[in-house]
């Protein structure tokens, strides 16, 4: 009798050590994931509040300390961004908040491929211009992207027929440098140095009367920008 005990008493230890493993696994993956869906939020610490606050700090939105603390300041400032970037305004600085800043988020394929090609349409349109006339072409693809008149896709404004010359002459097939890749990665964040516009044109070559009919907003280098 003792005997039958004795290996009860070992079955009930060995079940009982199983199932607080698994309790503890379980909660471990409910941590992960939440720390997946929500990153840095009020309260938080450490380097990534510290990048958040920089960058930030470099587009005008933050006039706080850079101290990776997300306090009040950080709170609103991060709002701000939002509100500005066509984002979901809660104060939170989740993946697409946290993409739309140039920071890490785990990238996808397809962001990659956005990337490389707005990258190819700036290095083909604007190699040699100012670099923020370079970031202002970019700006106007995603612009264009926003506007109903226009596809709703990067690809789709680039590839519209007769969007861009360099698509028919081959251009667009040329390598970026990192300049380029630069300006696309700007212009992906938020920069629009040309405030809007849906177009823009080298007025020492256009003969199109009615790109010259466009209000003209800014010129950066050598492109007019206009809406």
Known sequence: ????LEIAWVYFVIIATIASGL?????????????????SYYGSRGNEVRQIQTRLKA??????????????QTYQ????????????????????????????????????????????????????EP???MVAVGAVVLNRVKDSRFPNTIAGVIYQPGAFDVVD?????????DTS???????LNG??????????????????????SRPLVVKIGNHNFCK
């Open 77 to 128: 400032a991060v709002r701000y961004f939002q509100s500005r970037n066509g984002l979901k305004v809660d104060g939170i600085a989740g993946k697409a908040t946290l993409y739309a800043l140039g920071l890490p988020t785990g990238t996808s394929p397809t962001t990659n491929k956005n990337l490389d090609l707005l990258a190819r349409l700036i290095h083909a349109e604007a190699r040699g």
């Open 23 to 39: 309790i503890l696994s379980s909660s471990a993956v409910v941590r992960v994931n939440e720390s997946q869906a929500v990153i």
């Open 169 to 177: 002459d081959g251009q667009i097939n040329l390598a970026p440098n």
């Open 131 to 133: 670099y923020e006339g």
């Open 181 to 187: 890749i630069k300006a696309a990665r700007d212009a």
């Open 59 to 72: 587009w005008g939105y933050y006039k706080g300390a850079i101290d990776g603390i997300y306090g009040y």
């Open 1 to 4: 009798m003792k005997r039958r």
């Open 191 to 212: 920069w629009d140095p040309s405030y809007g516009c849906i177009y823009y044109f080298n007025p020492a070559t256009a003969t199109s009367k009615w790109i010259w």
